[in-house]
């Protein structure tokens, strides 16, 4: 019979989380010295484990929820935005079908640096909070990463992947069949 651990927030999928999470906010800690492709590499190997992480996360009732804190300012928001779209320039701006919003059949024009400045948000939210290593900051950042991921950056992962995914390949992509020339004679 497995024993459920008195403390959910030490659990393996939670201390998983927190180091990938840790990694995600590491890196964009120092965006300066790296490359687009560097970014984009990095980004298409750690989004798809954070967000596979981030559904194992346990149900955690919240003890102190006045205990929330959030600790990533607008003016850092910013200036990681900013520097991310320096980077991507024109690539930057894509259309998605968000279901999110009200038109689910019209495309919005979305932003990369906006998407990954957004995931970057909840990651060190997330870390900080934990990092205060009481039982009710755990808690509530366990509780509060994996709402956000439910309402929030989980959306955003799935809105940057693919584009993320066509930039690294678009070179390698054959084009469609109906985009081929056929030779009849």
Avoid at 8 to 30: G, R, S
Avoid at 83 to 90: H, I, P, V
Avoid at 106 to 116: D, G, M, Q
Avoid at 133 to 157: C, D, I, M, P
Wanted: with cysteine; proline share 7%.
């Amino acid at each position: 019979m497995t024993q459920v651990p008195d403390d959910l927030t030490m659990t393996k999928p939670v201390l998983e989380t927190v180091t990938i999470a840790q990694e995600f906010c590491y890196y964009f800690d120092d965006i300066d010295p790296k490359s687009p492709e560097g970014i984009l590499n990095f980004i298409h190997r750690i989004l798809p484990l954070l967000y596979l992480k981030a559904t194992f996360l346990p149900d955690i009732e919240v003890e102190y929820p006045e205990a929330n804190e959030k600790f990533v300012t607008p003016e850092q928001w910013e200036e990681l935005f900013y520097a991310l779209r320096e980077k991507f320039g024109k690539k930057d701006e894509y259309y998605i079908i968000d279901p999110q919003y009200i038109n689910e059949t019209e495309p919005l024009k979305a932003s990369l640096s906006e998407n990954i400045a957004d995931i970057y948000q909840s990651m060190k939210d997330f870390i900080l909070l934990y990092k205060k290593n009481t039982l009710a900051h755990r808690q509530n950042a366990v509780a509060e990463f994996k709402y956000s991921f439910q309402t929030h950056w989980g959306y955003r992962v799935g809105n940057v992947i693919p584009k993320v995914h066509h930039m690294l390949y678009e070179d390698k992509a054959e084009p469609p069949q109906y985009q081929q020339t056929l030779d009849f004679m």
